[in-house]
Structure formats: C-alpha cells, structure tokens
C-alpha cells in the first residue's frame, strides 16, 4: 500500500469515527461544504456579471474555477446521495416483487455501487484477477502531484504565492484531489447502505417514496 492509498484509509476511518462520536455534526458539516460549494459557484456568477456589465472586467479564471467547483459537487454529490438514500431511480420492480427479493436486489445495487468505486479509484486490483486494466483515480492524481503542473486559467494571488512560494498557476493535483477523495467516500457510503439494507435499517439504495406514501395515508383528513 502506498501513501495516498493510507491516506484515503486513514480519512475513512477518521470519517467513521467521527461519525460515530458526533453523528449529527458529521452530517451538518458535509450539508454545509457542500452549501459552500453551491454558494462559492453562485457569488463568482454574479460577481462576473457585474464586474463585466459595469466595470468592463472580470477574472479570467472564473469559467474554470465554476467549472471545477460543479465537479466538485457532482462527486461529492454522489456519496451524499447514497448516505441520504436521495438518488432518484425505477422502482417499480422492487415494488413489485416479494420483500425477499426486493431485498437481494437492493443488495446487489449496493454491491455494484462499490464495485463501481474500487474499479475507478483503482483498477489495478483487477490485475490480480487477470483483468488487462491499469490506472484510476489515485494514479492519475500521484502522476499530477509528482509532475506539479498547473492548470490553465486560475492563479493564486500575489501574497500566496510571496507566503507559500507556490507557482504562478494553482497546482493541478490541488484541484483534482477530490477524485480519490469522493470515490473513496462513495466506495465507503455504499458498503454502509450495504449493511444497513442487509439489516434492515433501510429499504433500498435509491429514494424512497415516504412524502408519496404520507399523502396517500392522509389523502381523506380533509373530507372529514
């Protein structure tokens, strides 16, 4: 095991404990960073859109930061929504076929919902199954960490760069650190929605139809 794979396990564990002792503000906090992010992409909108329209200016950098920010999102997002069971899917099946069944096949959503993570955070687990694959996300982050390259709009400020003694353009691997990170947390989020639909804590991997089901209880409160 190499460094930035003891890292990811040693953020999970770290997660995991946390979680444990403090339930309520673990999920406050990833509720709030990802608030931050939403706000983060928002503020540089607007602030483009006046800065262009009334001083005819604007930061250069701000298309490839929004952009950067949206991923971001999309893959903290994904580990969020399997935590929250709020990713959308087709259930009719699940409703439609026994509990036991239905069951079985929420387990196996799980199961290739890890399987998904490990494959891209990284395949070469699969060599030793005699799989032909190489790469994933932790090596092509170490290879944009050791190379140290920059990306290509955005520049830190003068005083960073003065204080930390950083390059001009903000470092690649900085940015696209969340790629191991996410799918490390997606990888995780799954193998807890795996336990928790194997003992029964909850029903299925996707969202739930309980405001549906709210509604249809209390569809005749008002006739009376």
């Known amino acids: ?25 673990m999920n406050k906090l990833e509720e709030n960073f990802l608030v931050l992010i939403i706000a983060s992409i928002m503020a540089v909108s607007f602030g ?38 709020t990713h959308l899917g087709v259930d009719i099946v699940l ?36 799989v032909d694959v190489r790469g994933g996300a932790i090596e092509y982050w170490a290879k944009m960490y ?8 955005m520049r ?6 003065e204080w930390f003694g950083v390059k001009e353009r903000v470092q690649r691997w900085l940015v696209l650190v969340i790629l191991p990170i996410s799918l490390a947390l997606l990888a995780y989020r799954s193998l807890q929605a795996f336990a928790a639909i194997l003992t029964d804590k909850r029903h299925m991997l996707i969202a739930g139809h309980e405001a549906q089901d709210l509604v249809e209880e209390h569809k005749d409160a008002l006739k009376d």
Request: no cysteine; net charge neutral; hydrophobic share 55%.
């Open 48 to 85: 483009q859109v006046i800065a262009r329209y009334a001083f005819n200016t604007g930061w250069t950098g701000s298309l490839e930061f929004n952009t950067t920010m949206f991923s971001w999102l999309i893959l903290m997002g994904m580990s969020y929504g399997i935590k929250n069971g």
């Open 156 to 161: 830190w400020p003068d005083f960073i760069m």
């Open 146 to 153: 050791k190379i140290n390259i920059g990306v290509e709009e």
């Open 1 to 25: 095991m190499d460094w930035p794979h003891l890292y990811l396990l040693i953020l999970i564990l770290v997660i995991w404990g946390l979680e444990k002792l403090f339930p309520r503000f």
């Open 95 to 130: 409703n439609a076929v026994p509990s036991k069944i239905g069951k079985a096949l929420s387990l196996f959503g799980a199961l290739a919902t890890l399987v998904y993570a490990l494959l891209l955070l990284d395949s070469a687990w699969l060599a030793a199954m005699g």
